[in-house]
């Protein structure tokens, strides 16, 4: 929902003078601090209860902030910003010295974005470049809808209401550091777009077990409900004899007794949008087992875009899945 300019104003404010404001984009909603206040970035840590190790996403407003935080842009960066910001899509540079250690573990690269979110780039050009990490406590699934955030805080953060988000899965992380580019962490905009657009083709790197992860959602368990996450093929169905959500994407199998079915039959955007949101509805309804329907290798390679929604359902399952 559209907020005045006041209201705004009166949001930047609190993060110039170093508080955390929760505030929406295309993809989740984030938790904000400004990129140059450390200690406003220790809140999110402390806040989320956050590994230190993990690094941050600086939001941007205008190409221009680039350069506060590396000192060269490639052609290739440049084209990449001409083709995909804002949107869904951060860009990994080598970072100026003056950029804060705590907003990137300590290691000498540094993650950027421009959000494709009409609030949150009118609140970035208020308050100057803000990190923003999804706004949910850690480990939990990332927050689509305010309600999210309210149950995960009780009220205790100012958060700037935008409804749903339109995507529901984080950014596409894209390190530009390397030659050739790599994946380090799947989303909206796939290789293919990538390629499509700029005429090369990312490596994926996203299930690398980084030491020293350059983005976020690569070295711990992300995005996991209360209830414990597991694929499963339509002919195991039969054997479920505990209370479970089942999560069907292609068809809508018969539901063993104790089970609860949710289907999407090909509206992937749809189930990516509402992944969370399903999480934290099984949560909230008791539900201590989660199934989510396989897919084919068929369909992974015919739909790009379905390789975050896979990404995401892994993480939230957790090693050996």
Not at 293 to 308: D, I
Request: overall charge neutral; hydrophobic content about 35%.
């Amino acid at each position: 929902m559209p907020h005045s300019k006041e209201q705004l104003h009166t949001f930047a404010e609190l993060l110039k003078q170093g508080e955390l404001v929760v505030f929406p984009t295309e993809t989740v909603y984030g938790l904000g601090a400004s990129a140059w206040n450390p200690r406003a970035v220790q809140k999110i840590f402390e806040v989320k209860g956050r590994p230190s190790d993990n690094p941050l996403i600086v939001h941007i407003s205008n190409v221009d902030m680039v350069k506060e935080f590396t000192p060269s842009v490639s052609a290739r960066a440049k084209l990449l910003m001409q083709k995909f910001w804002p949107g869904p899509l951060t860009l990994v540079f080598n970072k100026r010295p003056e950029v804060p250690d705590i907003v990137t573990a300590g290691m000498n690269t540094v993650a950027l974005r421009m959000p494709n979110h009409p609030t949150a780039l009118a609140l970035i050009q208020l308050s100057g470049p803000l990190v923003a990490p999804s706004a949910n406590k850690s480990g939990r699934p990332s927050p689509t809808r305010p309600e999210h955030i309210y149950a995960d805080y009780q009220r205790k953060l100012p958060v700037i209401d935008g409804g749903i988000c339109d995507i529901g899965i984080e950014s596409t992380v894209l390190d530009l550091t390397v030659n050739p580019p790599v994946i380090l962490r799947p989303g909206n905009i796939t290789a293919s777009d990538i390629y499509e657009a700029c005429g090369f083709t990312p490596t994926d790197g996203s299930d690398t077990k980084a030491e020293a992860p350059k983005s976020p959602g690569m070295k711990y368990t992300h995005y996991a409900p209360k209830a414990k996450v597991r694929w499963f093929s339509t002919g195991e169905l039969s054997a479920v004899d505990e209370p479970a959500l089942v999560l069907c994407h292609t068809s809508e199998p018969k539901m063993p007794p104790a089970a609860t079915g949710l289907f999407w039959r090909g509206d992937y955007p749809g189930f990516a949008r509402e992944l969370y949101d399903t999480f934290r509805k099984a949560d909230r309804d008791g539900f201590d087992l989660i199934l989510v329907e396989e897919f084919e290798p068929e369909q992974l390679a015919g739909n790009e875009r379905l390789l975050s929604l896979v990404n995401r359902i892994s993480k939230a399952a957790g090693p050996g899945s």
